[in-house]
């Protein structure tokens, strides 16, 4: 059974910076497609950024220049180096691996910025 396992999150000041992990488990055969999304209270989920498994990565205008996304294919695990926070980055993220016709969420990982 495929899981979806998000890491990192916590609470920060505006200005920090966070770390967040996905890890794909439970799947030897995929090089999943992995993105992050957000969802702060009452809105929507929202894309922060992708990185495929084969092209370059993509960014919300939101986080462009501030997140960094990264991978490493070998073990379907993706990064989201969160710098210069603000309070509006404060949301729940999700981490979204697709392979094919399947569609993977994870749980969720709060990052709170406050001061």
């Known amino acids: 059974q495929v899981q979806v396992m998000e890491s990192g999150g916590g609470s920060v000041h505006p200005g920090g910076s966070l770390r967040l992990s996905c890890v794909v488990s439970g799947d030897n055969y995929c090089t999943y497609d992995m993105s992050w999304y957000r969802q702060a209270r009452e809105k929507e989920r929202e894309f922060v950024s992708t990185l495929g498994s084969v092209g370059g990565p993509a960014y919300a205008d939101s986080v462009k220049g501030r997140f960094i996304v990264s991978r490493d294919n070998d073990n379907n695990v993706l990064h989201l180096q969160m710098n210069s926070l603000k309070a509006e980055d404060t949301a729940i993220y999700y981490c979204?691996?697709?392979?094919?016709?399947?569609?993977?969420w994870g749980q969720g990982t709060q990052v709170t910025v406050s001061s």
């Open positions: 979204k691996a697709m392979c094919g016709a399947w569609t993977y």
